[in-house]
């Protein structure tokens, strides 16, 4: 696996590039199932979730990406799995909560596109079914700012989201992903002041 190699690697340019600065990273349980869900204003998203976490994270991708030679192979190789975008896809939900079960992190980004307007848009219920079906701890994270050089950009990861009072109404999984898109907007609230 190339995950440790790219992650000092972009570690590296991502510091020359970016001025990164993360907030809550003791948020994330050093050990046990944890799903990080993000909003997502780039393609930058991904490697800069990657990089600022302590933990490896396991990310969807949607299934395209893997078709293109270079990015498909670095994919493969980071720890990424496909995922068929515009319909439930079985194959990937089973993998996602085979990592889960087997203790690794899975970052995901709810809203399954990239927000031009910065704004957060409302999620896909994969994030909610993930929450539903595993005993993962949630961490919402926010990023914040524009990945232009030498600008501020934060990375900001929330207190692990509690469910209990809401598992008690049994909840869809598109009301557990809204709850979690609160505080990912919550976080971005917050910080953007």
Known sequence: MLYPLGKFLVSVLFKLLFKIKVIGKENIPKDGPVIICSNHISNY???????????????MAKEELFEKKGIGFILRN???????????DRNALRKGLKLLEEGNVLGLFPEGTRSK?????????????????????????AIIGKYERS??????YGK???????????????????????NIKRLLDEYRK
């Open 117 to 141: 307007t910065g704004q957060v848009k409302k999620g896909l219920a994969g994030a909610g079914f993930f929450a539903m079906r595993s005993n993962a701890t949630v961490i919402p994270c």
């Open 45 to 59: 998203d991904p490697p800069t979730v990657g990089i600022t976490s302590p933990r490896t994270i396991h990310f």
């Open 78 to 88: 980071v720890n990424a799995f496909p995922v068929k975008r515009g319909m439930r």
């Open 151 to 156: 600008k501020p950009l934060t990375v900001i």
């Open 160 to 182: 692990p989201i509690q469910f209990e009072s809401l598992k008690k109404d049994k909840p869809s999984a598109q009301e557990v992903t809204d709850e979690i898109m609160e």
